[in-house]
């Protein structure tokens, strides 16, 4: 398998290096100034330059096991130093927790972390998608629906873990930064998105680009 990434680096140098050296050279010399930071699934499916078609030095990506954001005072500070870098020293103006249908650590939780080790750090940290996955049990009848609702829950988890952060908080009261919440459909390779007003996802492209500070009224809630 590391052939075939290896010779997927000698394919990068050869084209995209070679097509972008300009570009390289100024990524390398000027910092970096993303303009958002996504935190997103580890799933290999789901790749967010890919699927938002972003540039090197535009995204700055947190990705972990479904997408979760840990609260403030949890002890896996990983996420929290992450946003705080982001928002604090690169100053991104938008914050996205984007997760994904078919997440196999929702849906673990959602099997009651069947077949995951007991007492395992993944058990410890799907654990905490329970309460996502009890809304989305009390919400919906099919287990598809109230699959793709635990999905999106977890999601709203994430905003919700988001504004407990001073930084956040501050950013986004002063108007510096918009929280999104979006969920990656495979099936359709489409996003779709949280939108406040009508309380419910819907495909992005009906959510105006600038109402993403929405997404903060039920967090706060
Ligand atoms: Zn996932």
Not at 58 to 66: I, P, S, T
Not at 103 to 114: N, P, Q, T, W
Request: aromatic residues 6%.
């Amino acid at each position: 398998m590391v052939d075939a990434l290896l010779a997927g680096h000698g394919r990068f140098k050869a084209e995209y290096v070679a097509a972008e050296r300009a570009f390289l050279d100024r990524l390398a010399t000027a910092g970096q100034h993303p303009s958002a930071l996504f935190i997103g699934c580890s799933d290999s499916r789901v790749i967010p330059e890919l699927l938002t078609d972003a540039a090197p030095g535009e995204l700055f990506v947190v990705r972990n096991v479904a997408n979760r954001v840990p609260v403030r005072d949890d002890p896996d500070t990983s996420v929290g130093a992450a946003i705080e870098f982001a928002v604090e020293h690169l100053h991104v103006r938008d914050v996205i927790v984007c997760g994904h249908d078919q997440c196999g650590g929702v849906e673990a939780a959602f099997d009651g972390l069947a077949g995951i080790r007991p007492g395992s750090e993944l058990a410890g940290w799907l654990a905490a998608l329970l309460p996502a996955v009890e809304r989305a049990l009390a919400i919906e009848t099919s287990r598809t629906l109230q699959l793709r609702r635990a999905v999106e829950e977890n999601v709203l988890e994430g905003i919700a873990g988001l504004v407990t952060f001073e930084a956040i908080g501050t950013a986004v009261a002063s108007g510096q930064v918009r929280l999104h919440g979006w969920v990656y459909g495979l099936a359709d390779a489409a996003l779709r998105a949280y939108d406040a007003t009508r309380d419910r996802f819907v495909p992005i492209e009906e959510v105006r680009p600038d109402a993403g500070a929405g997404t903060q009224n039920r967090a706060e809630s």
